[in-house]
């Protein structure tokens, strides 16, 4: 077959036999839909166990609010704590689609576990677990048996979760225009779907949790897990893969090393004494050059030629030590990653924010009128209007906003994605002020002394809407933003890992909240004062840990505006060939492919 017969993709992709990938038969959205899917179904899937977990071990194993919250803190923080060990896994050496075939499996196992667990031994006696009827007391090894049961589910879902939003971007190559304009519409979709996925969980499999038929919604969760595996799996022959760039902890290491041994070595001005590959072996190891920046100059002393690093025939280097001599651009991974980190920080109290919807809304909301005639709400399905506020602020902002905003700026793209990041974190702020004021509200109209009420205060339960709909919007601005900012900044090699970055802040976010629960109770719990987060949440004071957050997600604003300003974005050199379609172009596209196979 000739090479102008069938165009091949430029940005280094393969199928699934190793050979360059075929523009036509490969990837896109035909792959791209195949994942969306895939994503809401997992996501269905492990939200049906998360979003009433609170809930569940309350009423099923007995523990209290503040304990409860902060299980599930913990337990959510360890689902992202995972999702390094998948990306790692992934960039180094099995790749995406390996890692999220393995990861998935693991997934199905907890899950089947859980169900198993709760089935046979959790609810007992039968038909406990709803508001009304406690379960009884469980034995040491059905305790341990359900805690390894979720989390396996955390293992397999957190190593799952970074590689499958990064392995959907894969399917559009960034080097042809209008593909690379539906990669950075995919990650809008991709946390469409993962929303779209847990309005089930919210509703309808809450529903049922809520009235104590915790059985049934973990086995709906089981079956979606499955039926998303199984539909990975049939997608298979379309894929398109880069293959694993290996370890990235001794490349990190080389060039801190590297610079080490060369502390005394003088750094002169410019660029021409920095050691780079030359395009050709570049090109043929599927990786884009990244170009030199200023700033952590001691690092540029890694990739210092000096006598002592190489032996030199004619033009090239032989013999080079990677401890010794760096290349620029992986120096510049370094410097890539110490300037993500700053970023990465300061949006972990927005996480902090993000998590009180699956434990102190959920609580707040148990803790108010939730009866509709007959009709008895689910506390936890109130995140539905989260879900809804999501998908209408992702049409609005693609569709509305970000043109209006680029027609004013009279550039292609509208707000950044720091400058999204930004606003996320504004709205953020105005959501934990809404539910400070809906928990003073709900306390004047609250009953004192029944912690036990089914409605424990006469304030409706639809009074949570407001926080649930900021919280959606800070959301598609925060971590929509994340999501393409940290894939966009991080290296070739490194794709994963930037997706991880995402999931790792919300995991460090449920650790901080659960540190910050512990650290107001034992303050606030003194002499005959129950604490701001009591079991009766009608003698605590929730309002004033909501405003706590609202200030200190202020004062994370104004860090997070200092590092923004000081950010240095990340510049590639193209790959060759990447702005035309030419033979010469496709050419060198299929040979880069081929050598690395």
Not at 56 to 81: E, M
Request: charged share 20%.
């Amino acid at each position: 077959m000739e090479m102008n017969e069938e165009a091949y993709t430029l940005d280094g992709t393969v199928d699934r036999h190793g050979q360059p990938a075929i523009r036509g038969r490969t990837g896109t959205w035909v792959s791209g839909i195949l994942l969306l899917v895939n994503q809401g179904l997992a996501t269905l899937a492990f939200f049906g166990v998360g979003v009433n977990l609170v809930l569940f071990l309350t009423r099923v194993l007995g523990q209290d609010s503040a304990a409860a919250a902060n299980n599930v803190s913990k337990w959510t923080g360890t689902v992202y704590i995972f999702s390094l060990l998948g990306a790692f896994l992934s960039d180094s050496y099995w790749g995406r689609y390996k890692t999220c075939a393995i990861f998935q499996a693991v997934f199905v196992v907890g899950l089947v576990l859980l169900s198993i667990s709760t089935t046979l031994f959790l609810l007992k006696p039968s038909g406990c677990g709803d508001e009304e009827t406690p379960c009884g007391s469980h034995s040491t090894f059905h305790i341990v048996f359900f805690y390894l049961a979720i989390y396996l589910v955390a293992l397999g879902n957190g190593g799952y979760q970074p590689n499958i939003a990064t392995f959907g971007a894969d399917q559009f190559d960034e080097e042809d225009p209008k593909e690379g304009h539906s990669k950075i519409a995919f990650f809008s979709y991709f946390y469409l779907a993962l929303n779209l996925g847990s309005l089930f969980s919210n509703t309808i499999l809450g529903y049922f949790e809520d009235q104590g038929m915790w059985a049934l919604g973990f086995w709906a969760s089981t079956a979606s897990a499955v039926g998303a595996l199984v539909l990975f799996l049939i997608g298979t022959p379309r894929y398109r893969h880069f293959e694993p760039k290996g370890n990235p902890l001794s490349r990190f290491c080389q060039v801190l090393v590297a610079s080490t041994r060369k502390w005394k070595v003088e750094r002169t001005q410019g660029e021409e004494n920095l050691f780079e590959v030359d395009n050709k072996e570049s090109a043929m190891n599927g990786d884009r050059k990244i170009l030199h920046t200023d700033g952590f100059r001691f690092l540029d002393k890694a990739a210092i030629i000096t006598p002592k690093n190489y032996a030199k025939q004619g033009k090239k280097f032989y013999g080079r030590n990677p401890w010794r001599l760096c290349t620029v651009t992986q120096v510049e991974e370094v410097k890539c990653i110490l300037r993500l980190l700053p970023i990465w920080l300061c949006t972990i109290l927005f996480s902090v924010v993000f998590t009180q919807m699956a434990s102190l809304f959920v609580e707040q909301g148990a803790a108010m009128k939730t009866k509709i005639s007959n009709f008895n709400i689910p506390a936890a399905g109130m995140s539905s209007f989260d879900i809804l506020s999501v998908a209408t602020f992702i049409f609005l902002y693609r569709l509305v906003l970000d043109p209006v905003v680029a027609r004013i700026k009279s550039k292609p793209k509208g707000l950044t994605e720091l400058q999204r990041m930004g606003v996320g974190l504004v709205i953020a702020i105005l959501a934990m002020v809404a539910a400070g004021v809906v928990e003073v509200l709900r306390l004047k109209d609250a009953k004192k002394d029944c912690p036990n009420c089914v409605n424990a205060s006469s304030l409706s339960i639809f009074w949570q809407v407001p926080q649930y709909m900021l919280i959606g919007a800070s959301e598609v601005f925060m971590y929509v933003g994340q999501l393409e900012f940290f894939n966009g900044q991080a290296p070739d090699g490194l794709k994963s890992f930037g997706s991880a970055l995402c999931m790792t802040s919300i995991s460090l976010g449920n650790y901080v909240s659960s540190l910050l629960v512990s650290i107001v109770m034992r303050i606030s719990s003194r002499d005959d004062m129950p604490g701001w987060i009591p079991g009766n949440l009608n003698k605590g004071h929730l309002d004033r840990f909501f405003f706590m957050l609202a200030a200190l997600t202020t004062a994370d604003l104004v860090v997070y505006i200092i590092c923004a300003k000081w950010y240095k974005y990340i510049k590639f050199e193209g790959r060759k060939g990447a702005d035309d379609n030419s033979d010469d172009g496709q050419a060198e596209a299929a040979a880069a492919a081929e050598h690395r196979v």
